[in-house]
C-alpha cells in the first residue's frame, strides 16, 4: 500500500470528486428542461443538434444528434450549449478515459450517440460518472502511481490524471451551473 504519512490517497481523489458531485453539481442538474439544454445563450453557439442541422465547421455523432465541433478549435472558442458542455464531459472528459484506463465500452466523439432531451444526457452523465468512479476505486494506492499513457501528458501518473479529470469535471459543472443561472434571469 503506497501512504504517505497514513494519507489514503485514493479515497482523497475519489472524495474530492464525489463531495463536489453530490453536493453542487448533480443538486443544479435537478429539473433541467429540454428547453435549458439546448437553450443557446448567444447566436451561433455550439451544440448537440439534429444530424443535418449543424452549421459549425464540424459535426460528429453517430446517431440522430450530432455535436457541433472544429480542429484545430477556433480563436476564440465559440460560446456553448448545455447540450454541449455535458456532451464534452460524458464523452471526452470521462467515456474516454473509462474505455482507455478501466475496459469501458469505446466511447469517442465521432461514434458516441448525443442525448435528445435533457434526462438522457443525465442518465448518460450518470452512468459515465459511476463507470469512472469505480475505476478509480479499483485502482487502489498502487495503481495511482501507474503511467497514464494519456498522449499529451508525458510520464503523468494515473494520480495526476484522476486530479485533471476531477478539474475538468467542477470546471464544467460551474460553466453549466452559470448557463442555467443565466437562462433563469434571460
Known amino acids: 500500500m503506497v501512504e504517505h504519512m497514513g494519507t489514503d490517497w485514493n479515497g482523497q ?31 451561433n453557439a455550439w451544440s448537440v443538434r439534429p444530424r443535418g442541422t449543424s452549421s459549425a465547421p464540424m459535426a460528429a455523432g453517430g446517431g440522430d444528434m450530432v455535436f457541433d465541433w472544429a480542429y484545430p478549435a477556433p480563436d476564440p ?13 460524458i464523452v471526452g472528459v470521462l467515456g474516454v478515459r473509462v474505455a482507455r484506463h478501466f475496459q469501458g465500452v469505446k466511447m469517442d466523439y465521432l461514434r458516441h450517440e448525443y442525448a435528445g432531451s435533457a434526462a438522457e444526457a443525465l442518465a448518460q452523465l450518470e452512468a459515465g460518472y459511476e463507470a469512472w468512479t469505480a475505476g478509480v476505486a479499483a485502482l487502489g494506492e498502487e495503481g495511482l502511481l501507474r503511467s497514464s499513457g494519456e498522449d499529451g501528458y508525458g510520464d503523468a501518473s494515473m494520480g495526476a490524471l484522476i486530479l485533471h479529470i476531477n478539474r475538468e469535471v467542477i470546471h464544467h459543472g460551474a460553466e453549466i451551473a452559470l448557463l442555467r443561472d443565466l437562462y433563469l434571469r434571460r
Open 13 to 43: 481523489l475519489r472524495q474530492q470528486l464525489d463531495q463536489h458531485w453530490r453536493s453542487r453539481l448533480r443538486p443544479r442538474l435537478d429539473g433541467l428542461t429540454d428547453d435549458e439544454y439546448f437553450w443557446e445563450p448567444v447566436p
Open 77 to 89: 472558442a465559440p460560446v456553448t450549449t448545455i447540450a454541449w458542455r455535458l456532451g464534452h464531459i
